[in-house]
């Protein structure tokens, strides 16, 4: 299904085209920038996760690699220019690895949550006490991130997080509050408003989720960029994976619970 929505502020408007997904994507999704699909399969056997690569032809997926290793939960599925990177939200297994499947490095977080990647590939997550920490290529463990004064940065209660190649990050908390952190550790209240998930946006600032895309600048204006189909249920959409260019990967659950669609913004939210 291809379409456009008209119902957008500004020049651009959205093209996407809708795909049929063969798991639950809640259990792992992603977009990669060469355009194919990620996806954390479950086995009927012992309910282990295993991600399998698909290519998209027409409407249909054709799977085109399925890598080894086998997970405990549901998955954080982080692709890179060279390979992939995968948290596993049950275990607390971090990884990279390589476009083949080889793994590069590997560590330990006690319960992450809202896994992301920053512009160089480094792994960011919050954990639920409030504390914000990455694993980097150079690192042995993960590293908590400092303020100022060398102290843990506590960040409240967290929902989700954009990192920054600065070494400074965007968060969203459970109130709808946008904080912007300096790689210093201070804090700049950007605005408020209640979303469900924050993705980086090309222009700066930020573009957050809740049935409809609104971008936040820096100062605080919004602006509303693209509202989900009226055929979608927002209530279904469990993933959102953005490329660096900003494609843009939407996945929902079918009401069954079973399987999955995808919509497919190639050029994304900003054109």
């Given at each position: 299904?291809?379409?456009?929505?008209?119902?957008?502020?500004?020049?651009?408007?959205?093209?996407?085209?809708?795909?049929?997904?063969?798991?639950?994507?809640?259990?792992?999704?992603?977009?990669?920038?060469?355009?194919?699909?990620?996806?954390?399969?479950?086995?009927?056997?012992?309910?282990?996760?295993?991600?399998?690569?698909?290519?998209?032809?027409?409407?249909?997926?054709?799977?085109?690699?399925?890598?080894?290793r086998k997970y405990?939960?549901?998955?954080?599925?982080?692709?890179?220019?060279?390979?992939?990177?995968?948290?596993?939200?049950?275990?607390?297994?971090?990884?990279?690895?390589?476009?083949?499947?080889?793994?590069?490095?590997?560590?330990?977080?006690?319960?992450?949550?809202?896994?992301?990647?920053?512009?160089?590939?480094?792994?960011?997550?919050?954990?639920?006490?409030?504390?914000?920490?990455?694993?980097?290529?150079?690192?042995?463990?993960?590293?908590?991130?400092?303020?100022?004064?060398?102290?843990?940065?506590?960040?409240?209660?967290?929902?989700?997080?954009?990192?920054?190649?600065?070494?400074?990050?965007?968060?969203?908390?459970?109130?709808?509050?946008?904080?912007?952190?300096?790689?210093?550790?201070?804090?700049?209240?950007?605005?408020?408003?209640?979303?469900?998930?924050?993705?980086?946006?090309?222009?700066?600032?930020?573009?957050?989720?809740?049935?409809?895309?609104?971008?936040?600048?820096d100062n605080g204006?919004?602006?509303?960029?693209?509202?989900?189909?009226?055929?979608?249920?927002?209530?279904?959409?469990?993933?959102?994976?953005?490329?660096?260019?900003?494609?843009?990967?939407?996945?929902?659950?079918?009401?069954?619970?079973?399987?999955?669609?995808?919509?497919?913004?190639?050029?994304?939210?900003?054109?």
């Open positions: 299904m291809i379409g456009s929505v008209a119902a957008t502020v500004g020049l651009f408007v959205p093209t996407y085209f809708q795909v049929a997904l063969p798991s639950n994507p809640g259990n792992g999704f992603a977009l990669d920038r060469d355009g194919t699909i990620l996806l954390a399969l479950l086995d009927p056997d012992d309910a282990s996760a295993q991600v399998v690569r698909y290519k998209v032809e027409g409407k249909s997926l054709v799977e085109v690699q399925r890598y080894d405990e939960g549901q998955l954080e599925i982080l692709p890179t220019a060279s390979g992939l990177a995968i948290v596993d939200y049950e275990s607390g297994f971090v990884g990279m690895f390589t476009k083949s499947g080889k793994l590069v490095w590997e560590a330990h977080a006690r319960f992450p949550n809202a896994a992301r990647l920053d512009a160089y590939d480094n792994v960011w997550f919050f954990f639920n006490s409030g504390n914000v920490a990455k694993k980097t290529a150079d690192s042995s463990a993960v590293e908590f991130i400092l303020d100022s004064d060398g102290a843990e940065i506590d960040t409240g209660a967290p929902s989700d997080i954009v990192p920054l190649g600065t070494g400074g990050f965007y968060l969203l908390d459970a109130a709808g509050n946008v904080e912007k952190y300096a790689p210093n550790g201070r804090k700049q209240h950007i605005a408020k408003h209640d979303a469900l998930r924050m993705i980086p946006a090309k222009s700066g600032g930020v573009i957050l989720y809740s049935g409809q895309f609104v971008h936040i600048a204006t919004k602006r509303v960029l693209w509202d989900l189909p009226a055929s979608i249920d927002r209530n279904l959409v469990k993933r959102i994976s953005v490329t660096p260019k900003g494609s843009l990967g939407i996945a929902g659950q079918s009401s069954d619970g079973r399987s999955g669609f995808a919509l497919i913004l190639p050029n994304g939210l900003e054109g």
